[in-house]
């Protein structure tokens, strides 16, 4: 195994072995490295060998893979078969990134505007990837096979800052875990546990959420099984009708369906807390509207 860097002296080719230091293109286990000085955009293209890791080094500004009329032509990295399998990446650049066989994909930088709707770092995959970690360092914006035609599929998925894009072709994440930024998701998520930042849920829904601090911003008609609230939930955001089957409200939380859109199935348990201004019946106790 060797470290291979890009540096495009005949083109942007990946598959020209001049375009790569030693002149020779990345062999299987190889670490691809895409410096932070690089001036040649890559085309797109196929790494035919698998390789053990692919860096994006921060600074690097150059176009990864190319989008001509809506017609995505991604950068395909096959990470088959070796001890790391690990993607990072920290350029600022436009990217379009199809990923095979990788393990961990972490996100530490990215471009932060959109440009005619598309985001800076796009991601997509060809099947199942263990961690997405969304952590920039900067205020990323980040596309989860949110253009026409993408697929991913991530069992966990970990965003810290930025602005991320879940798209309808993400198959549904088992645990989505936010520490802050904000995600758009258009696609369903088992279980979200929310520490800080902005979660809107446009299409697909949440099964349980865990809303420790943060606003949840719930869109959708889609049921939530269990609902705990400890931070802001806005059901102010969509017209059609929803139920949520248990739900439990802490101290100095907020649970806000000004439009009356909910039906809470087994009503509010409100927890170490009270309805401030209105009753005051203890800190432990369910309630519905009927009740009150």
């Not at 950068?75 to 393990?103: F, R």
């Not at 994440?173 to 369903?188: D, E, I, N």
Request: hydrophobic letters at 35%; charged letters at 10%.
């Amino acid at each position: 195994m060797a470290t291979k860097l890009w540096d495009g002296s005949t083109d942007g080719d990946v598959t020209v072995a001049a375009n790569w230091s030693g002149a020779a293109i990345p062999a299987a286990g190889d670490d691809v490295i895409i410096p932070a000085n690089s001036t040649v955009n890559i085309d797109g293209g196929t790494f035919d060998n698998a390789l053990n890791s692919l860096t994006v080094e921060d600074g690097c500004a150059i176009t990864i893979g190319s989008n001509t009329a809506g017609v995505i032509a991604p950068l395909i990295a096959n990470l088959t078969g070796y001890t790391d399998h690990t993607v990072d990446l920290s350029g600022t650049g436009i990217t379009y990134l199809k990923l095979t066989n990788a393990t961990t994909v972490s996100v530490k930088k990215a471009g932060t505007s959109q440009t005619l709707g598309v985001n800076p770092l796009n991601i997509s995959c060809s099947n199942a990837i263990a961690t997405l970690n969304i952590m920039p360092s900067n205020n990323a914006t980040v596309g989860i096979a949110s253009l026409g035609g993408e697929a991913a599929e991530f069992t966990t998925i970990n965003v810290s800052g930025g602005t991320v894009y879940l798209g309808s072709g993400v198959t549904t994440p088992t645990t989505l875990t936010q520490y802050g930024g904000t995600v758009y998701a258009s696609t369903s998520v088992t279980t979200l546990n929310q520490r800080s930042g902005s979660f809107y849920q446009k299409a697909g829904g949440i099964t349980t959420a865990t809303v420790y601090g943060g606003t949840l911003h719930y869109n959708t008609a889609t049921t939530i099984t269990t609902l705990a609230v400890h931070g802001t939930v806005n059901f102010t955001g969509g017209f059609s009708s929803l139920t949520v089957t248990n739900c439990s409200v802490y101290c100095d939380a907020a649970l806000n369906d000004t439009y009356e859109r909910v039906t809470f199935t087994n009503g509010v348990d409100f927890v170490n807390s009270k309805i401030t201004d209105l009753v005051d019946i203890g800190q432990n106790y369910t309630i519905t509207k009927s009740t009150i």
